[in-house]
């Protein structure tokens, strides 16, 4: 069984052996292994029963590190990364051909991030390697905040989960690539549109929401509990499914009055950055609540945090 713990040389010994483990960072928890051991790479694949065609983040923590594993940084990347890294930020750049094709599934670019999380960094200081780590869930399950969730989903899996707490931002890393200079935003996330625009202008958004994208983690289905997710308006919603057990996560109104069977207010402040932090341990929490048979979900203003987490109850609400 998973043990779970602060220790970062148990950790690193785990690593250096060729093992993979759970780790913290400030947006969800991931699934880490040696980027350079191939082994280590398909372990990764196989726990959390992803296809190999989706390629892997790999995480360092220094600019120093990331001179070594890109070819080349745009100007507007070289920004990026200079302000915001450490930092809810990935950025796809032309890999050097020591990083394994696995981990990319055949393509140029390299996904890049420094995770601002101190044990995280601690951990990453202490290897000599850099570390691809998904997201620590099953393949297209949502992802974890805090320790609990991985070992509840890959506990009999892995022998290890280092515990920092629970995840400060808790969405995934916007993802940011490059069309020649021409900046493409490929994934909302924990780093905000409007943060990123004031830097280096304003960026395009490019959702893959295709059942068939080049890179599936832009799934349409994707970040999905069980039960089904259905977003709207609240109240009508509720109407329309009186005979069913209903979980309601809300943004910052109080639904009780609609007597759900469960309800979780995401921020009673209206604060889409609180909100990020807790909306997915709100699916789970419902996913797994025995008296909630359908979820319902209202969407947050499209700005700040709100349009990633919008995304994702998107995606989350997606049956086929
Ligand atoms: O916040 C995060 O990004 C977390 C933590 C653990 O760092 N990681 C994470 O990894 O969310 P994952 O594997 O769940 O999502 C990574 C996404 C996938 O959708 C994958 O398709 C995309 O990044 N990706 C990775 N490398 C890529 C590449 N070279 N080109 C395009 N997309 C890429
Ligand atoms: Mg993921």
Redesign the pocket.
């Known amino acids: 069984m998973v043990e779970i713990g602060t220790d970062i040389a148990v950790a690193s010994e785990l690593l250096n052996s060729g093992q993979v483990i759970g780790f913290p ?1 400030e ?4 699934l880490a292994g040696n980027a350079f051991n191939e082994k280590a790479i398909l372990e990764i694949f196989k726990v959390k029963n ?1 296809p190999k065609f ?4 790999v ?1 360092t923590h220094s600019l120093e590190e990331v001179d070594r594993l890109v070819s080349e940084i745009p100007e507007k990347a070289s920004i990026l990364a200079k302000s915001f890294w450490p930092g ?1 930020l ?1 950025l ?1 750049l032309n890999k050097q051909l020591s990083i394994p094709d696995l981990v ?2 055949g ?1 140029d ?3 890049i ?1 420094i ?1 601002n999380h101190p044990l995280a960094l601690a951990l990453l200081r202490s290897l000599s390697f850099p570390l691809a ?4 869930n099953p393949f297209g399950y949502v ?1 974890p905040t805090n320790a609990l969730h991985v070992a509840n989903q890959l506990g009999s899996k892995i022998p290890y989960i280092l515990d920092g707490g629970a995840c400060n931002v808790g ?3 916007t ?1 940011i ?1 490059f069309e020649g200079e021409e900046p493409i935003i ?2 909302l ?2 780093k905000k549109k409007e943060d990123i625009e004031q830097l280096i202008g304003p960026v395009k958004v490019l959702l893959n929401k295709s059942s068939n994208p ?5 799934l349409k289905s994707h970040y999905a509990p069980r039960k089904s997710v259905l977003i709207g308006d609240i109240e009508k919603m509720v109407l329309a499914n009186k005979n069913k057990q209903i979980g309601i996560i809300s943004f910052k109104n109080d639904y009780q009055y609609l007597n759900p069977t469960k309800q979780i207010i995401l921020s009673p402040e209206g604060a889409t950055d609180e909100a990020a932090k807790h909306i997915f341990a709100s699916l789970r929490a419902m996913d797994e609540a025995i008296d909630c048979e359908i979820i319902v979900a209202e969407l947050l203003p499209e700005k700040g945090l709100g349009r990633a987490i919008n995304d994702r109850l998107d995606r989350a609400s997606i049956r086929y």
Not at 27 to 30: H, L, N
Not at 54 to 57: K, Y
Not at 133 to 136: K, L, M, N
């Open positions: 960072t947006t969800v928890y991931g992803r989706d390629p892997l983040i995480h809810p990935t796809l990319t599934s393509l670019t390299v996904a991030r995770p780590a998904p997201s620590a992802s969405l995934e890393s993802i690539g490929y994934r996330g924990g080049v890179a599936p983690g832009m």
